[in-house]
């Protein structure tokens, strides 16, 4: 696969929805990925990049932002307290607020820096024990505290259970989503982008598919 391949999918799963071309944004997930690979997409044009880690991504999003501007970096993997800082700092988006506490320490800096990245509410929509997020029973009340501690929160993120389908998942997270205001989905992966777009995505992770297998480690 390619950017170029994805991004004709993309197009075609947008027009299958009757949905505007270019309105799904594809954030490419370049983590555990060789410099060179990701390199090549951003010397395609791309700008759109999602990191699980913010030690890894501290590692090389500053240089590649200096030799090729503009670039839009968002954080998919958890978010530790201790690490709010240093994220805001490096992320335009944070995609896995996922507790109150977390909630509080970005409020905090969004006071003391005047600016906030944008927010996405993680959900757990699988109640997977060991997965981050926020219950979908209780995704109301926690997307009513953060904007009380007016955090910029533009919609939800979910990472559907391995083994189920995920239609369902992305259905439930499109109504909670409903239910509370916010307009934003990020949704799908490599294997069910399309899948993902088909009930409302505004935002796909998509890593594998652009890149290749990640490097180990
Ligand atoms: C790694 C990752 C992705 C991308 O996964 P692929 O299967 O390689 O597309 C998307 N979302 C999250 C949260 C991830 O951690």
Same mark, same amino acid.
């Given at each position: 696969?390619?950017?170029?391949?994805?991004?004709?999918?993309?197009? @075609?799963?947008?027009?299958?929805?009757?949905?505007?071309?270019?309105?799904?944004?594809?954030?490419?997930?370049?983590?555990?990925?060789?410099?060179?690979?990701?390199?090549?997409?951003?010397?395609?044009?791309?700008?759109?990049?999602?990191?699980?880690?913010?030690?890894? @991504?501290?590692?090389?999003?500053?240089?590649?932002?200096?030799?090729?501007?503009?670039?839009?970096?968002?954080?998919?993997?958890?978010?530790?307290?201790?690490?709010?800082?240093?994220?805001?700092?490096?992320?335009?988006?944070?995609?896995?607020?996922?507790?109150?506490?977390?909630?509080?320490?970005?409020?905090?800096?969004?006071?003391?820096?005047?600016?906030?990245?944008?927010?996405?509410?993680?959900?757990?929509?699988?109640?997977?024990?060991?997965? @981050?997020?926020?219950?979908?029973?209780?995704?109301?009340?926690?997307?009513?505290?953060?904007?009380?501690?007016?955090?910029?929160?533009?919609?939800?993120?979910?990472?559907?259970?391995?083994?189920?389908?995920?239609?369902?998942?992305?259905?439930?997270?499109?109504?909670?989503?409903?239910?509370?205001?916010?307009?934003?989905?990020?949704?799908?992966?490599?294997?069910?982008?399309?899948?993902?777009?088909?009930?409302?995505?505004?935002?796909?992770?998509?890593?594998?598919?652009?890149?290749?297998?990640?490097?180990?480690?």
């Amino acid at each position: 696969m390619s950017l170029i391949e994805i991004t004709d999918r993309v197009h @075609a799963a947008e027009a299958r929805c009757g949905r505007p071309e270019g309105s799904v944004a594809l954030v490419a997930v370049s983590k555990k990925q060789p410099d060179t690979r990701v390199e090549a997409v951003l010397e395609q044009g791309h700008r759109v990049f999602g990191e699980n880690r913010v030690q890894e @991504a501290a590692g090389k999003w500053p240089a590649f932002r200096e030799r090729f501007g503009d670039v839009s970096l968002h954080l998919i993997g958890p978010l530790q307290t201790n690490k709010a800082r240093q994220a805001v700092e490096l992320f335009d988006v944070i995609e896995v607020l996922d507790r109150p506490k977390l909630a509080t320490a970005l409020a905090r800096l969004a006071q003391e820096r005047g600016e906030s990245p944008e927010l996405f509410v993680q959900v757990n929509t699988g109640e997977e024990p060991q997965k @981050a997020g926020i219950p979908p029973q209780e995704t109301g009340a926690f997307v009513k505290h953060c904007r009380g501690l007016d955090l910029p929160v533009k919609g939800l993120m979910c990472i559907p259970p391995a083994e189920e389908e995920p239609a369902l998942h992305f259905a439930l997270l499109a109504k909670l989503a409903r239910e509370n205001g916010l307009d934003h989905l990020s949704m799908g992966m490599s294997a069910d982008f399309e899948t993902a777009i088909a009930q409302g995505a505004t935002h796909i992770r998509v890593g594998s598919a652009i890149f290749g297998e990640r490097v180990a480690g």
